[in-house]
């Protein structure tokens, strides 16, 4: 998790936008701690969409806790080499 937090810039603003929860940095790192020790949160699958030094756009399909499953867009600005601001969207599948 420590070299995770390195990756995210001190401003960091995390932003979910199926729920409209918003993070700092400290609370997404704690947040992502947890959901990576719990065995049903799975990355089923990941591709890198687009990277530059602006910007990152990933697609994964997650599977969580409660059973359910999401195709999620990310995309990350970047700034100082580091992600200042991290959008999710999320969308269910069946």
């Known amino acids: 998790m420590d070299d995770y937090a390195k990756l995210l810039h001190e401003d960091a603003e995390i932003i979910f936008h ?3 929860n918003q993070f700092t940095k400290t609370e997404w ?3 992502a701690a947890g959901m990576m020790t719990n065995p049903k949160f799975v990355n089923d699958a990941s591709r890198c969409v687009y990277e530059n030094d602006e910007i990152l756009v990933s697609h994964d399909f997650m599977s969580y806790p409660d059973d359910t499953k999401e195709a999620v867009m990310l995309v990350c600005m970047i700034k ?6 991290m959008e999710t969207g999320a969308t269910p599948l069946a």
Do not use: W, Y
């Open 18 to 20: 199926k729920s409209g």
């Open 29 to 31: 790192v704690s947040m």
């Open 80 to 85: 100082d080499g580091k992600i200042i601001r």
